[in-house]
Each structure stands twice: as C-alpha cells, then as structure tokens.
C-alpha cells in the first residue's frame, strides 16, 4: 500500500510548492527515429540498441550510448513554444496509433502515427499532427487564435555496414500578434503571421567506429505570411579511429575529424528588406585518452565563415571574410561511480538564423538583421555520479566570453500617423534581434531519483547571469529557470501518472506608452527600458489509462494555477488548461 501512497504524496506536496510551466506540450508516443543531438559511441557502455547493428551482420557489434535527445513532436499547446510535460509509458508505445483530444479555449488534438517494416528490415512511416486553440477571447477583443499543423514521412533502413534514415516534414504555424499593450485597436484588426517550413534530413551511421563514422545531412525551405524565405543546407561527416590500445598501460586512444559545411540565405520583403547569405566551413580535431571512466581530451575548432548582409531600401552591403579558432579540451577523474570531477573548455560559432529565431520567440517582425554569435571560450567544471543507480546528479560551473550575444527588443511603431489603420506588426508589438559583447557565468544542476521501481522523480536548476558591455540588463532573459517532474506508474502498468512544475524569475525588457500628441494629431512614444515581465512558476499533471492494450483515455491538466503570465511583453498565456482523450493503437 505505501509504494501507491508515496508517489501520490509526493505528486500532491510538489503541486503546491512548485508552480508553473513557460511552456507546454502534450504526450506523442512516436517511434520514428528522432534527431539525435549528441550520440556516443563508447565499447564500455553497458546497454546495446537491439538490432542496431543487426547482430548477424556485424562482426564487432557497437554498443551505443544515446543522450539528450529531444522530444519527437514539437508544438505548441498554448500561446507559447511548448515543452513535453506528459510522460510516456517506457517501451510499451505501439508504432501505429491514432490520438484525438478536445478542451477549454476550443483546442482541439489530432495525432496519428503509421508505419511498415517492409523486407530486408525497411521501415517506412509517416505522421500527422493537428492542434489548434481559439486563443484568450475574454482577455483580448481581436483575434488570438493559433493553429499548428505537421506532416512528416521517414525511412529507416539497416545494412550490412550501416543504418540509413532520411526524413521529410512540413509544418505550418498559423498564429497572430496579438500581443498589443499601449494601444486600442477593433475587433477586425489584422494581426495574421503565418510560417511555412519543409524539412528533409539525412544520417547514415556506419556500425564500425573506423576512419568515416557517420554523416548527417539537413536542408530548411522557410517562407512566411509576409514573403520572407529562407533557404539552409548542412552536412556533417565524422572521421574516427578508436580504440587504439597505448601498450600494456591499460590506456585507449580515439581520434576524431569532425568536418561540417553549412549554407544559409535569408531574405526579408518589408521594412528595410535586409537580407543575410552565410556560408561556414567548420573542423574539429580531437584525441581522447581514456582509461575506465577517467578520460582526456584535447581539441580545437576551426571556423571559415563568409558573411554577406545588405539593406536594399539603404543600398548598404556588409561582406566579411574570418577564420575563427576555439578551444576544445576535457577531462574527467572517476573516483568511483559516485563522483566523477571533470571539467574543460570549449567555444564555437552559432548561425542565428530566422528559423532558429521564430522557434525562439516567433512574435519577431518578419525582417531581422543577422550575424553569428561567437562564444570565444567557456570554462566549466563539475562534479557528477550515479549512487546504487538510484540517483544521478550533476552539478556545473561556467563563465564564458562571447561576441555578438543574441536576445531581443521590443521594437516601437514604425510609424507616427495617427491610424489603427496599420500593419499586423505595426502595433508594437513585435520584436527584433540586438546583439552585444559580454561574460556570462552559468551554475546548473540536475538530478534524478528512482526511490520505487515505478517511480521516477527529476529536477533541475540553471542560473545565467550577464555583464554586457553596452546595455544594462539582457531583455527578456530570465535569470533563473527551475523544473522539478515526476512519473508514477501502477495498476500493472496501466495506468500512468505525470507531474511537472516549471519556474522562471522576473526578466527586464524594453516597452513603450504611447499617445497622441499635437495638431494635426500624431503618435508619440516614450520608452522604458527597464520594465518587468515578471516571473512564473506553472504546474502541469496528466494521467493516462491502458483499458486495452490497444485503447487508451488521457487527461492532461495545463497551467492549473490559471496565472495569466507573459513570457514576451503582452503575450498572456493560455490560463487552465484541461484536455481528454482517446489513443487507440494498431
């Protein structure tokens, strides 16, 4: 009886002390293969992906240890970029289901997931995904209403010396600026944006860690509401030699070539009508001494860009040519499995792209000027283990020197005409890019805790801090950012509980009043460039039940403190959110 009681305890005492969610997302139990963010290859790992590599086609089987890979589905269930708060039943999903939800402020899911294993262990599948919501009607007179739509189709396919996956998927964002705070538009204003964007992406991955290792290539078509394009090509191939045996010390060497090309051309139709066009040649050479867990690595990064940025309204043209140099280098003592000291430092080169900048805050005006950003170095160190395999934790410091730091502004009216006749994002209530020189220093920690068999409890905390050579403060970055989660499973597995509660402290931004001044009559504004967002904290439960193996109901709770919080100036949240369902499987 108490392995029931605990969890519920606990799950009830964590809703009150931990409230909020920045962002929200529902549970999407897809077994297409996801993009891997970081994946090492390792022969002391300790778990190996069945069938991969097929056991009776590889002589030395790989074992694979897979990390940091990010939820399959990506979309909003708010006003707001979302996050996976519903955990997923662990190895029991089903490759084929369809999933249909409806809730408050008139959101509507739809879900479905197919796919074939054909001969020669072929897989083919695709994906649909629908949400919408109807928005804040009783916090705003004009429209606030989104929708969100993805439809994707993949092949997994395994060789005798590889595995191949290619993916292509299409997203539309169909959503509005509604985010209007010092003026009084009607009802039937158009504030209307409107994203389009076709992915197709490549990997093949040899089983064998010798001289090619794998290849990754991703290509981008963006077009928007208000004809902005932006077109994005990359390839990455690794090149490795591991497991070299250093005599009899017990000591293994690995090498390791990292080549990536990148290509991105960005143009913008309104405003200035700024255009960007990057092309980056990137190598990374490394060699790791490794002995058990304890390792050296010692590396560098090259960077050759080529920079093009031009202003057609002001007939400016920006190029720049620069090779780059980064450090690469870490280390980790393992004391034992329950302390492992390491640290190192590294830096790099980060293409903002106007892709990259919409997923972050898609309210931005459709014209934006971008530049890279250059992280010089990054010192970090830490300390992390795994104690009776029962707790993990990690715990890590930072500072860094960066160029050209990314955040956003507000930006004003682009105009003083005294009218509401205006465009949807002359209002504002947009946001552009700015750019500074400045340190940042980072302390974060996480943890997870397996106190039951069927419970798993996570947290985790991240503090940033900035020292910016021209502004005062970063806009619209947080200082601190908190998560704390729980899964909770019982009744022979078939039922399955979540928790999560997500923090954010106050952010400053930029905003404006404005009024009209004069005659005849004009806008003027006044800027505060030191106002408060204000922080958040959200709490987020879900439930969902196996009545058959094949049928499925699910309950999701969203933002259940009903805080009308704002992540950009004058972008309320959906407030409570409650959503069901069924989830039938094939």
Do not use: C
């Not at 290859?41 to 940091?68: C, F, G, L």
């Not at 090259?302 to 280390?331: C, G, I, V």
């Not at 997500?502 to 005659?519: C, K, L, M, P, Y």
Request: hydrophobic share 35%; charged share 25%; glycine share 8%.
């Amino acid at each position: 009886m108490m392995k029931y009681i605990l969890p519920i305890i606990f799950l009830g005492v964590s809703s009150v002390a931990f409230s909020q969610i920045k962002e929200e997302k529902l549970i999407l139990n897809k077994k297409r293969e996801p993009e891997v963010k970081k994946i090492e290859k390792k022969k002391t790992s300790v778990e190996t992906i069945k069938n991969y590599p097929p056991e009776e086609k590889s002589q030395n089987p790989v074992k694979y240890n897979i990390t940091d890979v990010p939820a399959v589905s990506d979309f909003k269930t708010s006003t707001i970029q979302g996050e996976d708060v519903t955990p997923k039943f662990e190895g029991t999903a089903q490759d084929n289901y369809f999933q249909f939800g409806m809730g408050n402020y008139g959101k509507i899911l739809a879900d479905a997931n197919i796919s074939k294993t054909l001969e020669n262990k072929i897989e083919v599948g695709a994906d649909v995904h629908v949400l919408s919501t109807q928005g804040l009607k009783k916090e705003y007179a004009w429209d606030s209403k989104q929708s969100n739509a993805t439809i994707g189709a993949f092949l997994n396919s395994y060789g005798e010396k590889g595995k191949f996956n290619v993916n292509a998927e299409y997203g539309l964002n169909n959503y509005n600026y509604y985010g209007i705070y010092a003026l009084e538009p009607s009802a039937d204003v158009d504030l209307k944006q409107k994203v389009n964007q076709f992915k197709v992406n490549g990997y093949y991955d040899f089983y064998s860690n010798e001289i090619l290792n794998d290849v990754r290539v991703k290509s981008s078509f963006l077009k928007d509401h208000f004809d902005a394009q932006e077109n994005q090509v990359s390839i990455l191939a690794n090149f490795s030699k591991h497991a070299v045996e250093l005599g009899k010390s017990g000591v293994n060497l690995n090498a390791d070539l990292g080549v990536g090309l990148e290509s991105v051309k960005t143009d913008f139709a309104i405003r200035d009508k700024n255009s960007a066009t990057f092309f980056n040649m990137n190598l990374a050479p490394k060699v790791t001494f490794r002995k058990g867990d304890s390792y050296l690595m010692l590396g560098s990064s090259f960077s050759f860009l080529n920079a093009k940025n031009s202003n057609d309204l002001l007939a400016e043209q920006l190029k720049n040519n620069k090779t780059y140099w980064f450090p690469q280098a870490e280390f980790q003592y393992a004391a034992a499995n329950e302390f492992k000291f390491y640290g190192g430092v590294d830096g790099g080169l980060k293409l903002n792209t106007y892709s990259d900048l919409l997923q972050e805050n898609p309210f931005i005006v459709s014209d934006q000027y971008l530049k890279p950003t250059e992280t010089k170095y990054h010192f970090y160190v830490g300390l992390r283990g795994d104690i009776d395999e029962t707790f993990k934790y990690d715990i890590s410091a930072g500072y860094g020197k960066m160029r050209d730091i990314m955040f956003f502004k507000a930006n004003d009216l682009f105009d003083n005409t005294y009218s509401l006749n205006r465009s949807a994002y002359n209002f504002a209530n947009t946001f552009s890019a700015i750019y500074d020189d400045g340190n940042v220093s980072d302390i974060k920690g996480s943890l997870q805790y397996f106190p039951l068999e069927n419970l798993i409890l996570d947290g985790e905390v991240r503090f940033t801090k900035y020292d910016l050579k021209n502004y005062e403060n970063i806009y619209n970055v947080p200082l601190l950012n908190a998560s704390i989660g729980a899964k909770y499973t019982m009744l022979d597995k078939k039922l399955l509980l979540g928790f999560k509660g997500i923090f954010a402290s106050d952010r400053t931004t930029n905003s404006f009043a404005i009024e009209g001044v004069g005659t005849p009559m004009i806008y003027q504004s006044t800027e505060d460039t030191n106002d408060k967002v204000g922080g958040y904290a959200d709490i987020n439960l879900s439930a969902e039940y196996k009545i058959h193996k094949n049928f499925s109901i699910f309950a999701l709770g969203n933002n259940l403190l009903s805080s009308k919080y704002q992540t950009y100036k004058g972008y309320k949240v959906l407030g409570a959110q409650i959503l069901g369902g069924i989830k039938i499987s094939f």
